[in-house]
Antibody
Framework: EVQLVESGGGLVQPGGSLRLSCAAS????????MHWVRQAPGKGLVWVSR????????SYADSVKGRFTISRDNAKNTLYLQMNSLRAEDTAVYYC????????????WGQGTMVTVSS | DIQMTQSPSSLSASVGDRVTITCRAS??????LNWYQQKPGKAPKLLIY???SLQSGVPSRFSGSGSGTDFTLTISSLQPEDFATYYC?????????FGQGTRLEIK
């Protein structure tokens, strides 16, 4: 079964750090670009970051640039999001998503992991 | 960034109704437009990609159309399981953006 499973969310104080993981299974992880998308409570979907298939190219939303770092370990079939200098406005469910080939749509999503930034 | 605007923001309809949701891009995005369905507490699910192509496993009552800046998602005959929030998303630029969502409720 094609699957993405996120982990690593939790409660963190403002200014703190957290690393999210997304474990992939059921497909050739190293062939796909991957993204992180977040959703604040009761709000819509917002793109956060993407990484190409071999990890050599990354991109970020302006709201997280310089604070978040996306990476991947193709040997472990795992995607990461290192989040530093966290703010209250980063509170959200974070989803990892696979981009389909060649259609550029998010065809597989994880179940999401909740990040709460609060003192 | 390319802005995506959906209308309406919410919609009440009955089982069996035909429903249309509109998505407008702030600039031309050719056919790089995708539609997702999200139910409460669940991850989004891809319905339509490239403006009009039905994702595998999605019922044929869902259809998409449009190109350039104006797009529509149509549900031909609403089923109880279709009551959810729908999002459009452009994949034209390297920074994908989503519409604000359309909440489809039972009348």
């Amino acid at each position: 079964e094609v699957q993405l499973v996120e982990s690593g969310g939790g409660l963190v104080q403002p200014g703190g750090s957290l690393r999210l993981s997304c474990a992939a299974s059921g497909f050739t992880f190293s062939s796909y670009w991957m993204h992180w998308v977040r959703q604040a409570p009761g709000k819509g979907l917002v793109w956060v970051s993407r990484i190409n298939s071999d990890g050599s190219s990354t991109s970020y939303a302006d709201s997280v640039k310089g604070r978040f770092t996306i990476s991947r370990d193709n040997a472990k079939n795992t995607l990461y999001l290192q989040m530093n200098s966290l703010r209250a406005e980063d509170t959200a469910v974070y989803y990892c998503a696979r981009v389909s080939i060649p259609n550029d749509a998010f065809d597989i999503w994880g179940q999401g992991t909740m990040v709460t930034v609060s003192s | 960034d390319i802005q995506m605007t959906q209308s309406p923001s919410s919609l009440s309809a009955s089982v069996g109704d035909r429903v249309t949701i509109t998505c407008r891009a702030s600039q031309s995005i050719s056919s790089y437009l995708n539609w997702y369905q999200q139910k409460p507490g669940k991850a989004p699910k891809l319905l339509i990609y490239a403006a009009s192509s039905l994702q595998s496993g999605v019922p044929s009552r869902f259809s998409g159309s449009g190109s350039g800046t104006d797009f529509t998602l149509t549900i031909s005959s609403l089923q109880p399981e279709d009551f959810a929030t729908y999002y459009c998303q452009q994949s034209y630029s390297t920074s994908p953006t989503f519409g604000q969502g359309t909440r489809l409720e039972i009348k």
